[in-house]
């Protein structure tokens, strides 16, 4: 096992792996850019080191000074969290070409999940679903207007280099296709550098229903159940639950088994999550595979009773994940509270935290790097809090969500607690029957009632 992990992120994600390594007896290094110098992550760590200003691109995106970091500091493996270099195959590629483990898959998983037509082509080798669309990415415009025609419209032009929303547009009729197609194309090799896309049939309002698995390299590969992820706006997830309140025990058991199938393509290593969008039928069609912990890790690991960040260390250290078969017990709610103003299009609001009240009782977790008199710096993601909560069933999670976002007092800056408080009287979400465009199109937040 490690002596001693770098944490190559910031904030509660770097304070959640922190958390591990001490529970396992392992040391812990910081990396912080000055704009963070006062955050949790920095004080909780053993060691802490300032590598740069506040701009990621000058700080935890610059890989000669993380390198650096560990190297003064003797760490023997890296551990990215998410966002920043947690799924760069050139991070994953210098780190062990410095004898540093990095915690997460190699090089060329990373690749070949990250190259999304790569990536759904490997899926379809394994008897993963996939949605009916073209063969991988088109060449020309004729090619790519006759597999539309074939496949029917609405169909989505995507790029091979997106992912998460970036890089797609939809088309509704046969004559807007030439002009969208370009664009995509074109938006593509701006945004990427790589303007090859793929066609797939549109599917109408789904779910986006996730699974966790996670792998050795004793070719063990485990799932972990579903995340419910359809509540999201402008493609950030807003409150994410396990289990989804629609899964059956065979859709969850070919789900997962189709999730195994894709994590054993590639020989996976560590957590990571397979991404589906579901059909009202639930059928479901693999869309993405993220090669990292996410940030909705936590309701997994309140209803089967497990670190996911202690199992990603073990792997990484060529141990053997758990592979007892996971039973899931309950029911878990993950309500991310961000520094935004709900009232004004959810425009960031950071600052000074005058006053920082965290919710507790039973089965209630805050994972936060934040605190009464912390100053949130406006260069990075506005997320200062995940609140977690579990019960037996949906309905009392329900409620106990209710009560801890009651308790939670946040002053000096804006927050999304009041849209979750609304949220959690609104008729869709008690219902369970909601998708992917229902907060958008269909939930409507007020304002005046806070
Ligand atoms: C789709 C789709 C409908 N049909 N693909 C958006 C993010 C990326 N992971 C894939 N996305 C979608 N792909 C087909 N063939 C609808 C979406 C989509 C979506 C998916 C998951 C969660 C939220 C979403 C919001 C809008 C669109």
Do not use: W
Request: with cysteine.
């Amino acid at each position: 096992m490690f002596n001693k992990i770098l944490i190559a992120n910031r904030g509660e994600i770097a304070l959640r792996v922190i958390r591990t390594c001490k529970e396992m007896g392992i040391k812990s290094v910081a990396v912080y850019s000055t704009a963070d110098k006062h955050s949790l992550h920095v004080k909780f760590a053993d060691e802490a080191v300032c590598i740069g200003p506040p701009p990621s691109k000058d700080s935890y995106l610059k890989i000669p000074s993380i390198l650096a970091a560990a190297e003064i500091t003797n760490a023997e493996a890296i551990h990215p969290g998410y966002g920043f270099l947690a799924e760069n195959a050139e991070f994953s590629r210098i780190c062990s070409e410095h004898d540093l483990k990095f915690i997460g898959p190699s090089p060329e998983m990373i690749r070949t999940m990250g190259d999304k037509a790569t990536a759904k082509a490997t899926m379809i080798k394994s008897n993963v679903p996939v949605v009916p669309g073209s063969d991988g990415i088109v060449n020309t415009v004729e090619e790519a207007e006759i597999i539309a025609k074939e496949i029917g419209y609405p169909v989505i032009i995507k790029a091979t280099a997106g992912g998460g929303g970036r890089g797609m547009r939809l088309v509704n009729e046969p004559e807007n296709f030439r002009n969208a197609y370009n664009t995509c194309r074109n938006e593509a090799m701006a945004c990427f550098g790589d303007d090859g896309v793929y066609i797939e049939k549109f599917i109408l309002n789904p779910r986006h229903i996730e699974i966790q698995i996670l792998g050795d390299q004793h070719g063990n590969v485990v799932h972990l159940g579903e995340r419910e992820c359809s509540l999201q706006r402008r493609h950030q997830k807003i409150l994410e639950e396990a289990p989804s309140p629609v899964m059956t025990p065979e859709v969850r058991e070919k789900m997962g088994q189709a999730a195994i199938n894709a994590g054993k393509a590639i020989n996976y290593e560590g957590a990571g999550t397979v991404e589906f969008i579901v059909d009202k039928d639930l059928n479901f069609f693999f869309m993405e595979m993220n090669t990292r912990i996410q940030v909705e890790h936590p309701v997994t690991e309140e209803i089967v009773f497990c670190d996911l960040v202690k199992e990603q260390i073990i792997a990484a250290a060529g141990g053997k994940i758990s592979t007892k078969p996971f039973k899931i017990r309950g029911h878990a709610i993950e309500c991310r509270i961000n520094a935004e103003d709900p009232a004004h299009n959810f425009r960031p609001s950071p600052g000074t935290i005058t006053s920082f009240n965290i919710p507790g009782g039973r089965s209630v977790r805050v994972d936060t790097h934040a605190y009464s008199g912390y100053e949130i710096p406006p260069n990075y993601d506005s997320m200062i809090a995940k609140l977690i909560v579990s019960a037996p069933t949906r309905d009392e999670a329900i409620k106990r969500m209710k009560r801890a976002l009651d308790e939670f007092v946040i002053e000096g800056v804006k927050t999304t607690i009041p849209y979750h408080q609304q949220l959690m009287d609104d008729p869709g979400f008690l219902s369970g029957d909601f998708n992917t465009q229902y907060l958008e199109k269909s939930f409507n937040f007020n304002p005046d009632i806070i």
